[in-house]
């Protein structure tokens, strides 16, 4: 198969949560470990940070592999979602794994795949860990997909876990209160491995304290922490505090020797060294125009304080979301005084973008709607002048249309 009929058979044959939302949750590890086990358990082969959270755990993730590359390290970067191609998800050094790579991993694997029927996700992860092993990464950060506990990812041992932020996401596989949500992400707390949470939230902070005290794990809250105060070259204010999570999981990572000029370079450095999409990205100037990939409240509440810092004479809101949102509590965040351009990404899972303009209005918000991302980023544009602002976002999807 060349790649692109690769692609399109793991994405329609087995079920994928980026397209298809809950009907693609397993919630369970069995079909992973079955591949793994398959594989000769590549992820024993190297060492790993596992990062969970709800915002900022890409961020932060893309962080911790920036500054282990400009300490020397050879480290693999496994993310999701991709915004425009599908080897975003799995990198070293920055570097995206080959066309090549991906069509011979699911040659290879194509029985096994679909007799077990393994899941976009599950096969996805079971890739990454064969190919650091293959190329004999020194170290891999980990991302979480979704949740923690029955996460595909969750079957290696880290030296590190890092939680960033729990806010109210995927409600409906997760848990519909915090301390639930907490619980998940809880999950990846193993046995005598530190465990370090960026932000202390008093909510959630025994979910925490109790699933690592029956671990017999050490717990960092880095916020509590005194740690320098390094600037990063992701832009937003909000990433203050996944640089605190990141520094305080570097501190408790052994072994490895990251100095100050290799923290400050890495961090200065995020976007060259991993090739990070998508947060709070400057898409133009004379309107400035900035995309961000958050999609849930808490993550939403903190760029629009940011665009708040902003100065412009009018704001302008190219917004597009997927089915599930809990738009009652997203909306009300947005101002009524801004204009409004609503789309949908063109997915599977998008909200029609007449349904959110109606539901948008409830709450002041009074706006067109367009046939897709781009025609209202278009649109934007052309009613904005040079001293007004123009921000893109809702969705991952509506981002990836635009960068």
Not at 310 to 322: D, E, I, P, R, S
Request: hydrophobic share 40%.
């Amino acid at each position: 198969m060349r790649y692109q009929e690769t692609l399109d058979w793991m994405f329609a044959q087995l079920p994928m949560y980026q397209q298809k939302g809950k009907s693609a949750f397993n919630g369970k590890l069995d079909n992973i470990i079955k591949l793994v086990d398959h594989l000769n358990h590549p992820e024993k082969t190297f060492k790993t940070i596992h990062v969970a959270g709800t915002n900022g755990k890409g961020s932060s993730s893309h962080m911790l592999a920036s500054v282990l590359q400009e300490a020397g390290y050879k480290v693999g970067l496994y993310t999701s979602p991709h915004l425009k191609d599908f080897r975003e998800r799995i990198k070293i050094n920055g570097v995206h794994v080959s066309e090549d790579y991906v069509i011979d991993f699911i040659d290879k694997n194509k029985a096994f795949l679909t007799e077990n029927k393994l899941s976009f996700f599950e096969m996805t992860v079971g890739m990454a860990f064969d190919y650091f092993a293959l190329e004999q990464v020194d170290i891999a950060i980990i991302e979480v997909g979704l949740g923690g506990r029955l996460d595909s990812t969750n079957i290696i041992i880290p030296e590190v876990s890092l939680i960033t932020n729990i806010g109210l996401d995927h409600m409906d596989m997760l848990g519909t209160t915090l301390p639930q949500i907490a619980s998940e992400k809880a999950g990846v707390i193993k046995p005598n491995v530190p465990v370090v949470i960026s932000e202390y939230q008093e909510e959630v902070a025994s979910v925490f304290l109790e699933a690592a005290q029956a671990r017999d794990a050490v717990i960092i809250f880095a916020e509590n922490e005194i740690l320098p105060d390094y600037k990063t070259s992701l832009l937003g204010n909000y990433q203050r505090m996944n640089v605190k999570g990141v520094l305080a999981a570097l501190k408790q990572l052994k072994g490895y020797d990251v100095k100050e000029d290799h923290i400050k370079a890495g961090l200065l450095n995020v976007v060259e060294n991993t090739g990070l999409l998508g947060r709070w990205q400057i898409l133009g100037e004379n309107p400035l125009t900035v995309c961000d990939t958050a999609h849930n409240s808490e993550g939403l509440a903190v760029v629009l304080r940011q665009i708040n810092q902003q100065k412009y004479k009018t704001l302008h809101f190219v917004l597009g979301f997927v089915k599930e949102k809990n738009l009652e509590a997203i909306l009300p965040l947005f101002p009524a005084e801004a204009r409004y351009y609503f789309c949908s990404p063109q997915i599977v899972r998008r909200l029609d973008e007449k349904i959110l303009q109606e539901k948008a209005a409830e709450y002041g918000l009074i706006g067109e709607v367009y046939d897709s991302v781009n025609e209202a980023l278009i649109s934007a544009k052309n009613e904005a002048e040079n001293s007004d602002f123009i921000y893109v976002g809702g969705s991952n999807f509506v981002v990836a249309e635009v960068v």
